[in-house]
């Protein structure tokens, strides 16, 4: 079994070799980037508005997370009745933030992080504040909207 | 008529050619860390029929998944003990992990010929750790839930492909329903095809790196070796069953995404948010820092001084050609500096 063309030429060998091996290698490539997309989908927009219960039954001190899309939202009640609230994903690894009403601050259960009730990383290791989010009373609902 | 039988038997499928086979092979020695690549083996066969039989009853959407397991451990008969026999496994195949890179690096069998036993076991240790990652998930514990929001994000930290890795593990941009399937599919059928190939793989390089007349391997494969990893391999069974039957793995409380950890209307602060042993240095480490080191945040700075130290064990038969053993000293700080961190994060 040898090549029938002169020795100086490239065989058929080599030519049929490197075709194949092209292809595989292209149609390789091809199905590999579908499914790469496939497994890792771009953000869903998801929804823009969220309520967070009537305001009235909302009591000054305390607080409620709620989904914003796919985001958890800290909505806070300060004691002057006034709403605050934040986006409670922690700036430091994405843990869920919740709201101390015993030392009236932010805290975080995974790394110890702590925030002020303006949002502002007051200790631990979070780098930012959390991202602020709109609230707003709307016919005695509490209303959210992404800022 | 026993006899009979087996000789039936060994008459088609050749049994006593395969042992005159390993009759002929030999090991180096009969010392402990010989036998801990052949526990890993059987800790990983644990693994794949107590997972198979979980598979069974688990639900995996998050409607269901977390009522599933409540039923696997408290009312499917025996639920409790496989379920119990798939967690600890999973702790002493980490461990076993662990133990073994230990004593590659300290012996420095990762130099010529052997980078890709080396390679395939760094490769076998990230593939067990997320398995385990993966697994924790599957309850759609509160827990759970907030622990893999953290270490998807730190993969999310790491350069280059980390944002790319982070989402796909993921599933979407953030830790979603949609991410439940993403860890079951990961769990039960990427991961272990993946660990397959790669102990298959393992053991061929291992064979071939290690064949032909190796000075001072003496000791028969069978029967002396085999029949004492046997051995071994019942009492590592019989502690993970006591353990499995002793000490039960918690459940935790179901996955409310419209809730973090503070019961609803505050009044305590939240709680510890832990992840598993081998990974509680981490976790001191990230708690401990400020938010900046040198300019950078700190989760980011503690990620890319691991992707160094990662890089330079995928290098470490480049760097260690020569008999210099300082790869070996550097190995065993890295290894107290573990041991040290771990324990002081237990206590």
Redesign the interface.
Known sequence: MSDEGPKDVPGRRDFLGTTITGTAATLGVVSAYPVVRFLSPRPDPGQRIATAGEAEKFLPGTSKTVLLGDKPVLVIRLDDGQFRAFSAICTHLQCVVAYSAQHRQIECPCHKGVYSLEGANVSGPPPRPLQSVGVEVVNGIVTLTEA | MLDDTRKWFSDRVGAPVLLEKLRERRVSGLSPTHFVGGVLLMLFLLEVASGILLMLPYRPDPQHAHASVVAIAGRLPYGSLVRGVHAWTSHMFVAMLFVQIATVLLNRVYREPKELVWWTGLLLLVTGVSMAFTGALLPWSQNAY?QA??SS??IG?GPIFGP?LK??LR????I?PWSLG?AYGFHTGVLPALATLLFGFHMAVVRRSSGGPVEGATVPVYPEFIVRLAAVCTAVLLLIVSLATFVPVAVGTPVN??????P??????????LPPWYFLFL?DL??A????LLGV???KFVLGALSVLALFAVALPFIDRKGSKITAYIGAVLIVVFLVLTGHAIL
């Open positions: 907030l929001r953290v994000e730190m930290q790319w989402r796909m599933g979407g941009d953030d979603t993403h995404m419209a809730q973090s950890m503070a609803a209307g505050g009044g305590t602060a939240p709680s510890d948010v976790h990230l708690r820092a400020p938010p900046r945040e700190s989760a």
